[in-house]
């Protein structure tokens, strides 16, 4: 967003200085005060009024309460004071939270007084009671108060708050002109004034957010140290999705006051906002100026929430109505812990309390709805979001969410038209704008239908595709709903993007997201594997993981907790395959080591507020191996309980003690236990040494430091590695077996696993070669070069039907190599497998080879070696259309259509035997020829 200008306004010259007149005071009274200020040796003696009232607003503005209160009171207990001075006042005993002492400093000095309504009216909105605030801002409007344009303002948000947004819309609007018509030049407060509603007419003119911005920076022109300004720009850049704008702004208030507690609240959005750390940090601290400021009690609430907190969640939002029973974003998170919980009766009346405040409020239901969302109850935030919108159909977010999940549900014609209402409505929400963007791309895309699934997958990829991932997905479906004895809804949508940008936007609305897969119940959403680069990614083990979470969502109604849902998920890939699923890595043994992994009962804050980048990852197979001790302890059969118990409402505590018999304290215990004993080994081979030498180090300096230190993991291995690179393979494979005797566990790309291969293929022995690959590849699912290794060797020794299995490994991790298709069809041909045959000559035909009239032939031939005549007869048809004179492919054809078994010619001979056109223009067809 940048700044604009608001709307048929005008610059207007620079004027006097305006703002409230200096009182002067008789001279018998200035005699009575300098001799009371002699008595009681106060700070204001030799000062004049505007000395004083500068030091207060300099204390104010810088975070110094205290002072600023005991300036402020003097100042209004003296002949001096002012409106401003009476202002300051109230604002400094609101930030900290002395509501009481704020109502009394409020109170009008004489009966009918009008200077002090406004402010009045600001304390009692704060504290929940808005008949009188309406009230007081009503008289202070009707009076000639010098801040009766901010009482204006003022009302016309109240007006809004409770519903009666007709009138408060036709306040709002009257602004343009206050600004446009205004005799003199507006002071700070009223550019303000006009800023705040102007940014509400934003409301149904999007453009007028500009003018709102355009309104702040000219009142902080115009009182260059005055926090308010700045907030409003912060908040409203971050109400826009932009938050690096929103953080600058606010970074100029905590600059000049870090213990402004609206500002630190706001910087706890930005930094939620944008996914990194620091946010409860930020409302703690605002917390400790204002333990009851509501701002950030809610703020902490909905923090609570975020990791599914709701207890937490409920504390904090009640404290908050309690000092305004009338706040709606409070009464929004009470609501939303509430449903979350299960509390329906709870939520009922919350919901009816703030309904009764603002019978158009829409927020509380989009709230829920986003909240819904977070515990990827997707059906729930589609209800409360439709609810939103019936009760204002202004709410663009809750069009906007209301799109978002019926997108995720895969109701698509509805996404489009509820994202084209929400994005007409707010045009600068980049979620609506990338989900309609990636929705207009659909038309690149196809539907390939299976017994249980519906495959979407992009055109110029689905032929290559769908053999492998309908075979694959339909194997997951058997085994898992086997082995859970009950069915998701059906059929499951699979959705395999090529672009990973494609998919995040997808799953988020935006780009970035880090994963690979995302469950919504039945829609499963996935990087194809163009979107990643080879060796990074097997699209097999992803779409098992995500299937999984399927079946676990349906059986709960969608109220499994995050970390129970993805470590079974994990451990349903391991059940699956060998090497399926997160490793153990040497990083995920240190953080073990040094104490860095969450405890079990802490498992959801690692998958969702992560103390380090890396704890994502490591909480994926910790989570998994949670799943691997209980079901080897106490049986799937109390997994699959847990999971009912989950759909009852009940929580992991009582599930823990229910159906385990402990405590998950007790479990906590046990489990750190279970895990320092698994990696007893690891954990010794990579303790800590002081004196290790650097990654840099070569072979000599590791030769000494492995002499010191010969239970070092790191070391054994670096230092076999360097000596295989030097090719000294006998001095390479002791340390490389030491290393493994360390962590036989560990399948990265640097396994001892894969070194030895190389000494042993080095040394002629290729039997302990293929040995030491197969191990690495049962520990890892997508190193691309150690499966081609491993099938080479395999073919070498003779092991034909073990090579074709690896090769079709090699597909789930990268299925674009036209070559090695090649090779894995002829291999399954020689092994009369005609199945996979037809499978790899499909795939070399979706590939676009350059010479297609071979490539459809050879597919003809492996079609009728499986029997499968008309296929054959329909492909060779295709082969002659391009290369009519193919002699191959016409001999070929004349027996399918007399039921000859004899082909002429092998495939593999085909590409050389002369049988084409000599010319490739006599076959009559454009650019087509066989070569």
Request: proline share 5%; hydrophobic share 40%.
């Amino acid at each position: 967003m940048t700044r604009g200008r608001v709307v048929n306004a005008r610059r207007r010259p620079a004027a006097a200085p305006g703002g409230v007149r200096e009182r002067r005071m008789p001279p018998m009274a200035f005699l009575f005060v300098l001799a009371s200020m002699a008595l009681h040796a106060t700070a204001i003696f030799a000062q004049t009024p505007g000395e004083a009232l500068d030091r207060a607003r300099a204390a104010l503005r810088s975070g110094a309460y205290d002072d600023a209160i005991r300036e402020y009171r003097s100042i209004v207990r003296s002949r001096s004071a002012t409106p401003e001075a009476r202002r300051g006042l109230v604002e400094a005993l609101l930030t900290v939270g002395r509501y009481d002492e704020a109502e009394a400093a409020a109170q009008p000095v004489t009966d009918g007084d009008p200077t002090s309504s406004n402010t009045l009216g600001e304390v009692l909105w704060a504290r929940g009671r808005l008949d009188e605030a309406e009230a007081a801002f009503r008289r202070a409007v009707a009076s000639q108060a010098g801040d009766r344009l901010i009482a204006e303002a003022n009302l016309a948000e109240l007006l809004f708050q409770r519903g009666q947004i007709d009138e408060a819309m036709q306040r709002f609007d009257r602004f343009i002109d206050y600004y446009n018509n205004a005799p003199q030049q507006l002071t700070a407060a009223q550019l303000v004034a006009v800023g705040r509603a102007v940014r509400r007419l934003g409301r149904t003119n999007p453009d007028l957010f500009q003018d709102a911005l355009r309104a702040f920076d000219e009142a902080a022109a115009r009182d260059p140290g005055w926090p308010e300004p700045h907030l409003l720009t912060g908040e409203l850049f971050l109400e826009k999705y932009d938050s690096p704008e929103a953080k600058k702004e606010l970074e100029k208030v905590l600059s000049s006051n870090p213990r402004n507690p609206r500002a630190l609240v706001d910087m706890a959005r930005a930094l939620d906002f944008d996914g990194v750390p620091g946010a409860r940090e930020r409302v703690d601290s605002a917390l400790t100026v204002n333990p009851r400021s509501v701002a950030a009690l809610v703020e902490s609430a909905r923090l609570h929430l975020a990791r599914e907190g709701t207890d937490e969640a409920r504390v904090d939002a009640r404290k908050a109505l309690e000092v305004n029973p009338s706040s709606l974003t409070a009464l929004s998170v009470l609501a939303a812990a509430d449903f979350i919980a299960g509390d329906t009766q709870a939520f009922r009346a919350t919901r009816s309390r703030a309904l009764a405040l603002n019978p158009r409020y829409a927020q509380l239901d989009a709230t829920v709805s986003e909240v819904a969302v977070q515990v990827r109850r997707y059906a729930d935030a589609v209800d409360r979001a439709e609810v939103a919108v019936a009760l204002d159909s202004a709410a663009w977010n809750a069009w906007g969410i209301l799109g978002m999940n019926e997108f995720r549900l895969g109701n698509i014609a509805k996404a489009r038209a509820h994202l084209e209402k929400a994005f007409a409505g707010d045009p600068y929400n980049p979620w609506f704008k990338n989900s309609l963007d990636l929705l207009d791309s659909f038309k690149n895309f196809e539907t390939v239908p299976t017994e249980h699934f519906r495959l979407f997958l992009r055109k110029d990829e689905a032929d290559l595709l769908a053999p492998y991932v309908s075979a694959l997905a339909e194997e997951a479906y058997d085994s898992l709903s086997a082995r859970y004895g009950m069915d998701p809804s059906l059929p499951v949508r699979v959705e395999m993007y090529p672009s990973h940008a494609d998919f995040s936007v997808r799953t988020l609305g935006e780009t970035g997201l880090g994963a690979l897969g995302v469950s919504f119940g039945s829609v499963l959403v996935l990087d194809s594997p163009a979107a990643r680069e080879k060796g990074e990614y097997n699209w097999a083990s992803t779409l098992w993981h995500e299937l999984s979470h399927a079946f676990h969502l349906a059986i709960t109604g969608n109220r499994v907790p995050r970390w129970f849902s993805e470590g079974l998920a994990v451990h349903e890939q391991r059940r699956a395959r060998p090497g399926w699923g997160t490793p153990p890595t040497i990083a995920f043994v240190e953080a073990l080591r040094d104490g860095r992994l969450k405890k079990v009962s802490e498992l959801d804050d690692g998958f969702m507020r992560p103390d380090y980048p890396q704890q994502v990852i490591f909480s994926y197979y910790e989570a998994s191996l949670v799943f691997e001790l209980i079901e080897n302890r106490w049986g799937f059969t109390a997994i699959r309980s847990m999971l009912d118990g989950y759909r009852d409402g009940r929580s992991t505590e009582e599930l823990f003690t229910s159906v385990l018999g402990t405590s998950l304290d007790r479990f906590d215990d046990d489990f750190d236990d279970w895990m320092k004993q698994r990696f007893a080994g690891p954990l010794k081979g990579l303790a800590p040494i002081a004196d290790a030498p650097p990654r840099s180090a070569g072979i000599p300096a590791l030769e000494r430091f492995v002499r010191a230190h010969p239970g070092d993991f790191l070391g054994q291995l670096r230092l076999g590695a360097l000596l295989v690179g030097a090719k000294r393979y006998d001095d390479a494979q002791p340390h490389l077996t030491e290393a493994l005797r360390m962590f036989p566990d560990y399948g990265g790309q640097d396994s001892p696993y894969w070194w030895l291969a190389q000494v042993h293929e080095a040394k002629g022995d290729s039997s302990r070669a293929l040995a030491a690959l197969a191990r690495l590849n049962a520990l890892s699912e997508s190193n691309y070069d150690a499966l081609i290794e491993e099938a080479s060797l395999e073919e070498r020794l003779g092991r034909s039907k073990d090579a074709e299995a690896t090769l079709s490994k090699v597909m789930q991790v990268d299925p674009y190599e036209i070559d090695v298709h090649q090779h894995l069809a002829s291999l399954a041909a020689a092994l009369e497998d005609y199945g996979t045959a037809v499978r790899e000559r499909q795939a070399v035909v979706a590939l676009k080879p350059t010479d297609r009239a071979q490539a459809l032939y050879q597919l003809a031939v492996a079609q009728r070696e499986a029997g499968d005549v008309v296929a054959a007869r329909h492909t060779v048809v295709q082969a002659l259309e391009i290369a009519p004179n193919y002699s191959d492919a016409l001999e070929l054809l004349l027996k399918l259509r007399t039921g000859g078994s004899g082909s002429g010619s092998t495939p593999d001979d085909a590409a050389g035997s002369g049988h084409a056109p000599r010319d490739p223009r006599a076959s009559g067809v454009d650019g087509g020829a066989h070569t």
